[in-house]
């Protein structure tokens, strides 16, 4: 078993252990109100799977655990089931000292946390990521959120769980697609921070090893987070490919994952970056090397148009500039302010 300290405004651990779902209840027990009531937000395609194991170690540790299960997808997280979630909060009675629980993947995370974030308040949250894009990225840091039609994460608050608990053995049931996308995640990190780590991507394509890179990951997000909490600076080194990523991902109508938007707007960017003379083409190409290894995708069918004007909604904007995410080598990206005016000559460059 792994923990890892994350000393936020509120401070938490990562556990990273196999099997670590049949422990929930034990785990638990050390953050909340012994006893309380505890709201299992989930959905459709992880609650068949996971549900029951969670709920009954709950309940096994003294917890009484009522739950909510939406269908599965980025489609959910929209400002009508966030209500629904609330009303469901306030029908089953759950008061200040109780707690939320959100067992999936990133939507699930980000939902339920942001439910978390608002109900009476703000009320204890536990998060168990079940894909390796929650485990490495959304579940930790206190980003939460819902979408709305013009864009994603439009709505939100900082909240920070008060743990998280992984457990890698889940991805042996995760669909092939659904590891891949949270491998572009891990690929950021690499082109972000760690060249090491890119390296061991490069080598060993999706057979890498899977809890040390997850242990790795979380780690580096931990420092970010700790480093800028509430995203005025370092922490938007985060964002490398989501801009442009976010815009596929909203033009294609959440069609298009998360992983696969982010991996075609890392490699937009990083074009644009060797276009401009910003970092070697040798970048680029072992980008697109490795992401073509884990058979992620490099180019996109939307025009510079389309993307330039559905990224002029990206929350990362302010006033007429944006924070572009720009490598200058592997492991090493440089936050570029970006005036609004000259982003569509950049993406073109990227195209
Ligand atoms: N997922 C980006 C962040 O947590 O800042």
Redesign the pocket.
């Known amino acids: 078993m792994t923990r890892i300290n994350v000393p936020a405004s509120k401070q938490y651990y990562v556990i990273v252990c196999n099997n670590v779902l049949n422990d929930a209840g034990l785990h638990l027990q050390q953050v909340l109100t012994p006893s309380c009531k505890i709201a299992i937000i989930s959905d459709s395609h992880v609650w068949p799977l996971y549900g029951d194991k969670v709920q009954n170690s709950l309940e096994l540790t003294g917890f009484q655990v009522v739950n909510y299960v939406f269908p599965a997808g980025e489609t959910s997280k929209n400002a009508t089931n966030y209500l629904e979630i609330l009303n469901f909060l306030a029908q089953n009675q759950i008061t200040r000292s109780d707690a939320i629980v959100a067992l999936g993947g990133g939507v699930v995370g980000d939902i339920a946390g942001f439910s978390a974030a608002t109900y009476l308040r703000g009320i204890a949250y536990v998060q168990i990521p079940t894909t390796l894009l929650a485990m490495v990225?959304?579940s930790i840091?206190g980003?939460t959120a819902i979408d709305l039609p013009v864009g994603k994460n439009l709505v939100g608050a900082f909240y920070q769980p008060d743990l998280v608990l992984c457990d890698p053995e889940v991805l042996t049931t995760l669909p092939h697609d659904i590891f891949t996308d949270g491998c572009a995640e891990v690929i950021k990190y690499g082109m972000l921070y760690d060249a090491a780590l890119f390296d061991h991507l490069m080598n060993n394509g999706s057979a890498f090893d899977r809890e040390k890179v997850i242990i790795r990951c979380i780690e580096l997000k931990r420092d970010t987070v700790c480093a800028d909490e509430f995203?005025t600076g370092l922490?938007q080194k985060?964002?490398l490919g989501h801009t442009i990523g976010h815009s596929i991902e909203t033009l294609s109508n959440y069609m298009i994952s998360h992983g696969q938007a982010v991996s075609t707007g890392m490699a937009i960017v990083t074009k644009a970056a060797a276009a401009r003379n910003l970092c070697e083409r040798a970048v680029l190409s072992d980008l697109l090397t490795v992401l073509d290894k884990f058979k992620l995708p490099t180019v996109t069918e939307y025009s510079d148009q389309q993307l330039f004007t559905c990224a002029l909604s990206d929350k990362k904007r302010a006033g007429s500039s944006l924070n572009l995410i720009v490598p200058r080598a592997i492991g090493y990206c440089e936050i570029i302010p970006t005036p609004v005016d000259m982003l569509k000559s950049f993406i073109q460059d990227g195209l």
Request: no cysteine; glycine share 12%.
């Open positions: 990225d959304s840091g980003k995203d922490r985060l964002n």
